[in-house]
């Protein structure tokens, strides 16, 4: 038979709230008695009660988190980060994959609401224009991350826009003067959130737009690779800028199975900085994500008092936004 609060409590000779503040470690109770309680409990096998706690808390104590993969490093690297940040404060995480897919999305953001999760965590994907009231149905606090839904909604990211512009920048005074983007923006069916992508090809363009004779081009489709084995390298000194390293690393193969050499003959810049890219040569020049920092924060402004669970924030007009600021990682391939 199970071992219960009030159990603890006559084994100890104390109340059954002293009990429970040594178990939820809330002032109000004597070291020397806490010790001596939890002492007790482990001794005999104590295990909470999830559902009481949740009731007397109001609270379940699971976090929902919705990506989009796990086949890209850049997500399990993420599921990673959020995972360590929610045990340390005893939150445990439901994690959804979307595969981009916003019918997926929506059901898995419905099962999380039906599960009662404390909160919600979304990389999101749908632009469909109700989506935002359907957020609001699920009558649970979501944080956005990455792909920015509107102002309305909590969101922590990066500074997209601002690294493009300071990399590109950079990358024309060194010689380059052809400027092509690799950012799939057409490679799905239907409409999706494609922020990041979106946010960092404006950044290069408003770079490039300050430096004349320099040439752009957006290879928006699924097939870059084959779109850039048909670029005259020859005629203009050409950098190709990727929105990820996994599309970098694609056309680096590529590339080198052609004969054609990094950085002599092109450069080639990526985005994320995956651990991955330690193998690779030449060094890939990218833009290190602090994936651990944007998995901490954005699990801190959803549960901390101030943040997404303190109330409605979808509903205020102080919704906490974080950029964090990347840094450029020059390599070999520029």
């Known amino acids: 038979m199970s071992v219960t609060i009030k ?3 006559r084994l100890c000779g104390v109340s059954v709230g002293t009990v429970d503040r040594a178990l939820q470690d809330r002032e109000g109770i004597r070291p020397a008695t806490r010790d001596r309680i939890l002492a007790t409990a482990r001794e005999h096998g104590y295990k909470p009660n999830i559902v009481a706690r949740a009731l007397r808390t109001r609270r379940t104590w699971d976090v929902g988190l919705v990506v989009h993969d796990l086949d890209n490093e850049f997500f399990a690297e993420l599921v990673n980060a959020v995972q360590e ?15 981009r897919d916003p019918g997926r999305e929506r059901a898995a953001l419905e099962h999380m609401a039906g599960r009662a999760v404390d909160g919600i965590l979304l990389f999101p994907t749908s632009t469909d224009p109700g989506f935002e009231d359907f957020l ?9 991350i990455a792909n920015k839904v509107s102002r309305a ?10 690294i493009l512009r300071e990399a590109t920048r950079q990358i024309i005074s060194r010689g380059y003067r052809r400027l092509v983007y690799v950012g799939p923006l057409d490679a799905y069916p239907t409409r999706i959130n494609l922020y990041e992508i979106e946010e960092r090809w404006a950044g290069l363009q408003e770079a490039a737009s300050g430096s004349p004779g320099v040439q752009t081009a957006l290879l928006s489709r699924t097939d870059y690779v084959e779109q850039v084995r048909v670029l005259d390298l020859a005629a203009v000194r050409t950098a ?5 390293d996994v599309f970098a690393l694609e056309i680096l193969t590529d590339l080198r199975d052609r004969g054609v050499q990094v950085p002599r003959d092109v450069g080639l810049m990526g985005f994320d900085s995956i651990d991955a890219l ?20 954005a699990f801190s402004l959803l549960v901390e008092p101030e943040g997404a669970l303190a109330a409605d ?22």
């Open 136 to 144: 609001r149905s699920l009558g649970r606090p979501v944080v956005t």
């Open 278 to 297: 330690r193998y690779i040569s030449p060094r890939l020049s990218t833009v290190e994500y602090p994936i651990r920092r944007m998995g901490e924060a």
């Open 85 to 99: 940040t929610a045990w340390k404060q005893g939150y445990f995480i439901q994690i959804a994959v979307s595969r």
């Open 240 to 244: 190709v800028i990727c929105a990820s």
């Open 7 to 9: 159990d603890l409590a």
């Open 153 to 162: 909604w909590p969101f922590v990211g990066l500074s997209d826009r601002a």
């Open 313 to 334: 924030s979808a509903s205020t007009s102080l919704v906490p936004a974080i950029e964090l600021e990347p840094r450029i990682l020059w390599g070999e391939s520029l």
